[in-house]
Antibody, heavy 123, light 113 residues
Framework: QVQLVQSGAEVKKPGASVKVSCKASGYTFSTSAMHWVRQAPGQRPEWMGWINAGSGNTKYSQKFQGRLTIARDTSASTVYMELSSLMSEDTATYFC????????????????WGQGTRVTVSS | DIVMTQSPDSLAVSLGERATVNCKSSQSLLYLSNNKNYLGWYQQKPGQPPKLLIYWASTRESGVPDRFSGSGSGTDFTLTISSLQAEDVAVYYCQQYYDTPLTFGQGTKVEIK
């Protein structure tokens, strides 16, 4: 069965970077794609970006351009999300979500999700 | 960015009764070349990730009970729970994936009356 397992909770100081991993299993990783979505407490989910797991092509939300890097390691079936120059407003739970329709582009829903990684930014 | 607006923000429905959640987009989500609406519905319970219920506006995800249905086209969409069960208490979000950045509605909290 499809599973996405994310790395554990992080506490970071303002200005630091955080890297969250999402390990996939139960399907062919290299012919898939992944979204990253975050959700601040009590807020709606917010889309951050997308990666084609096979080609490594990415698409980022303009909001995070310059601060966000999404990458993958096909040998480990793992996708990474790194956010730099952290601010208190980046405190949120970060989710990976598999593209349900395949790797063709970011215009796609997410059919399986990781359990979430809580990131707290505090001095 | 495409703005997604849901109504109501919350609703309380008796067990076994119908619950209806509405979602309106600031521009059409209908892609004319394939006649598909790029709209999904998710259910989220506290401490859990969103769960996909409906995609392409009306296609039920595998394993989702048939009391959940989606309808609508263009800019106006509806999620209907035909007979509310206790386990349906959750927040429901619509999401457009027509264009990046993908965007979500503000959520509708469904409770038992």
């Amino acid at each position: 069965q499809v599973q996405l397992v994310q790395s554990g909770a992080e506490v970071k100081k303002p200005g630091a970077s955080v890297k969250v991993s999402c390990k996939a299993s139960g399907y062919t990783f290299s012919t898939s794609a992944m979204h990253w979505v975050r959700q601040a407490p009590g807020q709606r989910p917010e889309w951050m970006g997308w990666i084609n797991a096979g080609s490594g092509n990415t698409k980022y939300s303009q909001k995070f351009q310059g601060r966000l890097t999404i990458a993958r390691d096909t040998s480990a079936s793992t996708v990474y999300m790194e956010l730099s120059s952290l601010m208190s407003e980046d405190t949120a739970t970060y989710f990976c979500g598999r593209s349900g329709g395949g790797p063709w582009g970011p215009s796609d829903y997410s059919d399986y999700w990781g359990q979430g990684t809580r990131v707290t930014v505090s001095s | 960015d495409i703005v997604m607006t849901q109504s109501p923000d919350s609703l309380a429905v008796s067990l076994g009764e119908r619950a209806t959640v509405n979602c309106k987009s600031s521009q059409s989500l209908l892609y004319l070349s394939n006649n598909k609406n790029y709209l999904g519905w998710y259910q989220q319970k506290p401490g859990q990730p969103p769960k996909l219920l409906i995609y392409w506006a009306s296609t039920r995800e595998s394993g989702v009970p048939d009391r959940f249905s989606g309808s609508g086209s263009g800019t106006d969409f509806t999620l209907t729970i035909s007979s509310l069960q206790a386990e349906d208490v959750a927040v429901y979000y619509c999401q457009q994936y027509y264009d990046t950045p993908l965007t979500f509605g503000q959520g509708t909290k469904v409770e038992i009356k």
